[in-house]
């Protein structure tokens, strides 16, 4: 086990006392933690039998669309899925739903 001398201490504790350490300390802590939510959602439809996720970008490429007309559909509730830091996923059965959607 790694274990800080006195020395060490006080360097970690000026390194926190600068504002750019600070800053990113704080990026990393969200990149990893935005990963684990991703990885953790990827399992979580896997289990459920899901084996593909989708991005907006991947139904606006399916569809034909822009991503703005798949976020249209989101703001009227048509797709929702699930969102992990600054993206967003959606299963295949949520997939599925736009085509009933385009058929009315």
């Known amino acids: ?3 800080f001398g006195d020395s060490d201490e006080k360097i970690m504790a000026d390194l926190r006392s600068d504002f750019k350490f600070r800053v990113f300390e704080k990026m990393i802590r969200q990149f990893f933690t935005e990963s684990l939510e991703a990885v953790l959602l990827k399992q979580e439809y896997i289990r459920d039998g899901s084996k593909t996720l ?8 399916r569809f ?6 798949v976020h249209n559909w989101m703001a009227r509730g048509i797709i929702k899925g699930v969102k992990v830091g600054k993206n967003r996923y959606f299963a295949e059965d949520e997939i599925q739903s736009i085509f009933f959607f ?3």
């Open 102 to 104: 385009l058929k009315k």
């Open 54 to 61: 989708s991005t907006i970008g991947d139904i606006a490429k």
């Open 64 to 69: 034909k669309v822009s991503k703005a007309t």
């Open 1 to 3: 086990m790694l274990k």
